[in-house]
């Protein structure tokens, strides 16, 4: 019989809920249970997939093509598991599937409320994968009081009722300010934030409280009095450095044990085995040295648009002994006057996804600098569609180069919609999105870093490298060295006589975990390190 667990948020947002709920999960894997986890998003859109990076931050995309919530990311990356479209819910697909459902006379000509058939839909999602896993781990987006997470609450408390009150609890993360001023830590935001969810019929188990420093006994006291929860329920959640730290301070804490006592789970290992999670912390804390590498896109003051990109950096380079000191280069501040001075001591530099004209030619600069000065650069998707448009330009003897997406009426349209994009008007969901075999060139980098002939990996985009310029561009030397076999499409490309200059149209940075760096990070954070020591820019 599945377990379930839903984590809520109280007081502000941002406060790390996806990496509490990851954490968590963590935890019970690493004592042998089959965990998996899920984020509710309050939100009316159906996902993600059309919102604005400034909104709502990168767009994590799953091996089918589903365009999740980034929080699916850090779910990915801790319990090291490749989850699904099932794995993210909207308000806005519940709704959609219930009106489907009642269209189609369902529900024999009942009223349709939101109480019982919005929460029967939402417990339905919750259930599907009571079968294959021991427990649920639910994430509930939004803060407690918000009018849009009412249903997915009121769906949490009936579950309890359902399944009994050994097979769920509530975990509830909360904000514990320190006030400079008095230098005193405040209780009263979670004791208001548990009121209200228990005036929603949810009594939390467990509390876990974010502060800056450690938080005393007399507040955690406090906390449990007021907010009904035994002292040993009141976690600490500190900030740490790194995220991938969290699991192993709510394991200190008796989290993990806490947790299966009250879920009468029985039979399992006896304490969290995270020997090569700690192997990995201790590297992260203790680098060699540290090597500045850029990254140049449109949203370099959104750190979250780039939330994958930026740890699948991390992972390589900490699994390097390397501490990766990244640097943001907004593409809009960039032209080819000012790219030395803004650029000179990179080591290496990252062109991350993206969409629209905006700040396109500052990336194409960038990436001429990066080329002729023979400077690491990866380029990701829209990064490798200005690498050709660059490469295009100044070296085939094309100087009006670009991509259809910037300016439809190009002479050269060396990057052009997709045969597939075509006449497609729907938005949402109708990229060319998911997973899709690479079949890699022998003696090339990208054969080298992955050393296998057929890698998968996984994308999101409309446009792609126009087949009709491959000779030309080839014959000039760019050397296409991964492709789709069955469309035929440009997969990756790269530059001989360069110390790396690769990129590809998919996205690498979402296979990428702690453990498991993806192979085309660590050969550019290989590269990075060996250029920033011959060069003398270990910072
Ligand atoms: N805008 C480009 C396309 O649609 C690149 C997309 C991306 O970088 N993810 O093809």
Known sequence: MAKYIFVTGGVVSSLGKGIATASIGLLLKSRGMKVTLQKFDPYINVDPGTMSPF???EVFVTEDGAETDLDLGHYERFINENLTRNHNLTTGQIYNSVIEKERKGVFLGGTIQVVPHITNEIKDRIRKFANSVDVIITEIGGTVG?????????????????EGRNNVIYIHLTLVPFIETSLEYKTKPTQHSVKELQSLGIQPDIILCRTKLPLPQDSKDKIALFCNVPKQAVIEAIDVADIYEVPLLFAKQGLDRLIVNLLHIKNIVPKPKLVNWENYIYKSKHPEVKIPIGICGKYAKLRDSYKSVIEATYHAATNLNVKADLHWI????????????????????IIPGGFGVRGIEGKIATIEY??????????LCIGLQCAVIEFARDECGMAEANSTEFNPKTKYPVI????????????GGTMRLGKYPTSIKKNTIAYECYEKSIIWERHRHRYEVNNRFISVLQKHGLVVSGIYEKDKLVEIIELKNHP????????????????????????FVKAVKAYAQKSNLYT
């Open 500 to 523: 790396f200059f690769l990129a590809t149209q998919f996205h690498p940075e979402f296979t990428s975990r702690p453990l498991r760096p993806n192979p085309l990070f660590t050969g």
């Open 370 to 379: 990066f080329r002729k000065n023979k400077i690491p650069f990866l380029g």
């Open 416 to 427: 052009y919609l997709l045969p597939a994009q075509r006449g497609k008007r729907k938005k």
């Open 146 to 162: 918000d009018i849009e997470s009412l249903p997915f609450l009121e769906a949490a408390r009936q579950m309890q009722i359902e």
């Open 55 to 57: 909104q709502h931050g």
């Open 330 to 349: 907004e593409s809009e501040t960039v032209n080819s006057d000012c790219v030395k001075e803004k650029l000179a001591g990179l080591a290496g530099i």
